[in-house]
């Protein structure tokens, strides 16, 4: 069994700051790309932020410069910095991590349960 916990998130103004992180746990030989994914009420689910095994971060367009994604390998776990919030951040924020739970099985995909980050005045 793999769990994918989020925290964090919550309300801000715009401007604001907010940080979000996702601890993975359980069954897990080996942990490659984390990232980070948000859906909006009515939109598709978008990939946000991605760092890869060797820590290469990648970033949507409309969070470059604005969005930090990092992971810290001792925990299994994935942050998402989030400065100069604006009101089309708004979404469910979701962790995804591609891993692998034995040497003899594929990696793959699992998701957090998504955590809200709203951005309003």
């Known amino acids: 069994q793999v769990q994918l916990v989020e925290s964090g998130g919550g309300l801000v103004q715009p401007g604001g700051s907010l940080s979000v992180s996702c601890a993975a746990s359980?069954?897990?030989?080996?942990?490659?790309?984390m990232g980070w994914y948000r859906q909006a009420p009515g939109k598709q689910r978008e990939l946000v932020a991605r760092?890869?095994?060797?820590?290469?971060?990648g970033y949507a367009d409309s969070v470059k410069g604005r969005f930090t994604i990092s992971r810290d390998y001792a925990k299994n776990t994935v942050y998402l910095q989030m400065n100069s919030l604006k009101p089309e951040d708004t979404a469910v924020y979701y962790c995804?991590?591609?891993?692998?739970?034995?040497?003899?099985?594929?990696?793959?995909?699992?998701w957090g349960q998504g955590t809200q980050v709203t951005v309003s005045s």
């Open positions: 995804n991590v591609d891993l692998q739970t034995s040497r003899w099985d594929r990696s793959r995909d699992y």
């Open positions: 359980g069954s897990i030989f080996n942990i490659y790309a």
């Open positions: 760092i890869t095994t060797g820590g290469s971060p």
